[in-house]
């Protein structure tokens, strides 16, 4: 099996912090540049390359809105709370308020293509695409 923790998959962390960015997944003679969700950021590129593109993507979009398919069909609108090697876990967006429910869901590692970044109008609380 492939994925975190297994040699094929190498840590690439931030300069300075050192806070994980993804990972650098062998494929072939080449390697991939995997993000923190567990998505694939480039094709088979070289390594330099794969490190370069962990560097520029960061983690600023961790904290992005996002939206989430659920299986009847309906789309919400959510936020990342935790990211782990073996589980996504998101929660409805509660748009800065302290005193909003929040319902969350745990979501496997990688994510599923379910989970995707926000289409909607951000600026609207039933922005939802759709």
Same mark, same amino acid.
């Not at 300075?16 to 950021?41: K, M, Y």
């Given at each position: 099996m492939s994925g975190p923790g297994t040699p094929d998959w190498i840590e690439h962390r931030r300069s300075g912090d050192r806070e994980l960015l993804g990972w650098v997944r062998v494929d072939g003679d080449g390697f991939v540049a995997v993000d923190r969700i567990g998505r694939e950021l480039t094709g088979v590129v070289d390594w330099h390359d794969a490190e370069e593109a962990l560097d520029a993507h960061g983690l600023h979009w961790l904290a992005d809105?996002?939206?989430l398919? !659920? /299986? /009847?069909g309906r789309v919400v609108r959510v936020r990342i709370s935790? @990211? &782990?090697t073996d589980r996504v876990v998101v929660?409805? /967006?509660d748009f800065g308020a302290v005193d @909003? &429910? @929040?319902t969350t869901w @745990? !979501?496997?590692f990688? &994510?599923?293509a379910t !989970? &995707?970044?926000f289409t909607g109008d951000p600026f609207h609380i039933d922005g939802l695409p759709g």
């Amino acid at each position: 099996m492939s994925g975190p923790g297994t040699p094929d998959w190498i840590e690439h962390r931030r300069s300075g912090d050192r806070e994980l960015l993804g990972w650098v997944r062998v494929d072939g003679d080449g390697f991939v540049a995997v993000d923190r969700i567990g998505r694939e950021l480039t094709g088979v590129v070289d390594w330099h390359d794969a490190e370069e593109a962990l560097d520029a993507h960061g983690l600023h979009w961790l904290a992005d809105r996002w939206q989430l398919t !659920l /299986d /009847d069909g309906r789309v919400v609108r959510v936020r990342i709370s935790e @990211v &782990a090697t073996d589980r996504v876990v998101v929660g409805t /967006d509660d748009f800065g308020a302290v005193d @909003v &429910a @929040v319902t969350t869901w @745990v !979501l496997p590692f990688p &994510a599923p293509a379910t !989970l &995707a970044p926000f289409t909607g109008d951000p600026f609207h609380i039933d922005g939802l695409p759709g």
